[in-house]
């Protein structure tokens, strides 16, 4: 049972341009939402974050935009570099007051061309 | 900030040896650490919960007894691999999560490549 996911699992887009990587999640009582990058042989690194109660969250090039309704959030990069080139993975998480259990996407992989 | 280290990141073992990898918080101290594995073009899978001096929390379908996990201190996390079998290879990666009860964020190790012959 995928309760988030990236339909998507590859993108490729001109340097310069936007980036949107798309993701979708059933289950409703995920409250924090979380983007990570990841290049070949290496652990994710944490890109950027959103609380259920926004919908919009801004960090430089990134942006994260949440539709609760639509349960579905997306990562914008604008513009959109070479050394964006990777796999996205977003996770969801609830809070459970101790450890936060990270459920994460199945990745989009990013080119980022010259 | 926030750096979490793994050791090895690379091992080849034979079957039937056990294999211990080491996650390390490097700068903060760690009440809970996870453990990861990742199939090639597929997702991260959460094998366990590691909490500081209490028993590992294993998620449906990982074998505790296979997957022994240790968090010996607020810095330390270990993951051994028992009797490992070639269907164990696999890319093991953990995470450390800060404290602080809306800390979300977990940080990343720089993952294991198991391989096993």
């Known amino acids: 049972d995928q309760q988030v996911k990236q339909n998507s699992p590859s993108l490729s887009v001109q340097e310069g341009r936007i980036s949107i990587l798309n993701c979708d999640y059933t289950?409703?009582?995920?409250?924090?939402f979380l983007w990570y990058k990841k290049y070949p042989a290496e652990g994710p690194t944490f890109l950027i974050s959103i609380s259920s109660i926004k919908d919009k969250n801004e960090d430089g090039r990134f942006t994260v935009f949440l539709n609760k309704s639509a349960k579905h959030l997306s990562l914008h990069i604008v513009p959109s570099q070479p050394g964006d080139s990777a796999v996205y993975f977003c996770?969801?998480?609830?809070?459970?007051?101790?450890?936060?259990?990270?459920?994460f996407g199945t990745g989009t992989r990013l080119q980022v061309t010259l | 900030g926030a750096v979490v280290s793994q050791h090895p990141s690379r091992v080849i073992c034979k079957s039937g040896t056990s294999v211990k990898i080491e996650c390390r918080s490097l700068d903060f101290q760690a009440t809970t650490m996870f453990w990861y594995r990742q199939f090639p073009k597929q997702s991260l899978m959460l094998m366990a919960t590691?909490?500081?001096?209490?028993?590992?929390?294993?998620e449906q379908g990982v074998e505790k007894d296979k997957f022994l996990i240790n968090h010996a201190s607020l810095t330390l996390s270990t993951l051994t691999v028992t009797s490992a079998h070639p269907e164990d290879s696999s890319f093991y990666i953990c995470?450390?999560?800060?404290?602080?009860?809306?800390?979300?964020?977990?940080?990343f190790g720089p993952g294991t490549r198991l391989t096993v012959t």
């Open positions: 996770a969801a998480t609830i809070n459970t007051g101790t450890a936060s259990k990270l459920t």
């Open positions: 995470s450390a999560k800060p404290p602080g009860l809306f800390t979300y964020e977990q940080y």
């Open positions: 289950n409703s009582m995920f409250d924090y």
């Open positions: 590691s909490n500081e001096g209490s028993k590992a929390t294993y």
